[in-house]
């Protein structure tokens, strides 16, 4: 499923999926701050998931298709024993006309 967006600019990269038997509990954003008016920034350009089995060790991890734009956030792990990410949510900034 892939999410209603405020814009049609970029594209989707390929579908990427942790190891078997393992669970995204963690995650680091690929972030261009903002500029303000005088340049064309990105914003997010990467979501990198961080995988793990039942007893939480890292086993690996997957990330989306990256712009070229930005440095890593820092990583965010869930917090307890066998928590994973059961969702997301995200906002989007429609197309601004510059007429």
Known sequence: ???HAG???GSWGDSEFCPDSSWAAGFQLLHEP???DVCDDTELNGVKLYCVNKDGAEVGEVTSKMGEYGGWKTKIMCDGYQSFISGIQFKSERVKSFT
Request: net charge neutral; hydrophobic share 20%; proline share 11%.
């Open 34 to 36: 903002d500029c303000g």
């Open 1 to 3: 499923m892939r999410p």
């Open 7 to 9: 814009s049609s600019w």
